[in-house]
């Protein structure tokens, strides 16, 4: 999955916490979260960054949710980064690794659908 697929795709999802998240599709959406809150910041436009979030949350967070589904994983193991570093560094961890091969109990693999 290319850049513009999966930030198209994300936004498209954006309420739909149901199937899986290719690792593609999940670092391409974080870095365009990035790269434009990092523009937002440069250029200094306070009310504009903070719709960004608003706009960006439900996204970012079914995003999230389906790349746990990608894991084998319950949705809810994302409010594990309510917990300082230990949740983000084992997000990191989750979030690099291969999702499941084949369909799980959350839908089909993503990389067999779009293949």
Same mark, same amino acid.
């Given at each position: 999955?290319?850049? !513009?697929?999966?930030?198209?795709?994300?936004?498209?999802?954006?309420?739909?916490?149901?199937?899986? !998240?290719? $690792?593609?599709?999940?670092?391409?959406?974080?870095?365009?979260?990035?790269?434009?809150?990092?523009?937002?910041?440069?250029?200094?436009?306070?009310?504009?960054?903070?719709?960004?979030?608003?706009?960006?949350?439900?996204? /970012?967070?079914?995003?999230?949710? $389906?790349? *746990? *589904?990608?894991?084998?994983?319950?949705?809810?193991?994302?409010?594990?980064?309510?917990?300082?570093?230990?949740?983000?560094?084992? *997000?990191?961890?989750?979030?690099?690794?291969? /999702?499941?091969? /084949?369909?799980?109990?959350?839908?089909?693999?993503?990389?067999?659908?779009? !293949?």
């Amino acid at each position: 999955m290319d850049f !513009a697929t999966a930030v198209k795709k994300c936004f498209k999802d954006f309420i739909n916490p149901n199937g899986r !998240a290719s $690792r593609s599709e999940f670092w391409w959406f974080t870095l365009f979260n990035f790269i434009c809150n990092f523009v937002l910041g440069i250029i200094s436009i306070g009310s504009l960054s903070i719709l960004f979030s608003i706009v960006i949350f439900l996204p /970012g967070l079914m995003v999230t949710i $389906r790349r *746990h *589904h990608d894991g084998n994983r319950s949705g809810w193991w994302t409010l594990l980064l309510f917990i300082p570093l230990i949740g983000l560094l084992v *997000h990191i961890y989750w979030f690099i690794q291969p /999702g499941t091969v /084949g369909p799980n109990e959350y839908g089909e693999d993503p990389l067999s659908v779009s !293949a």
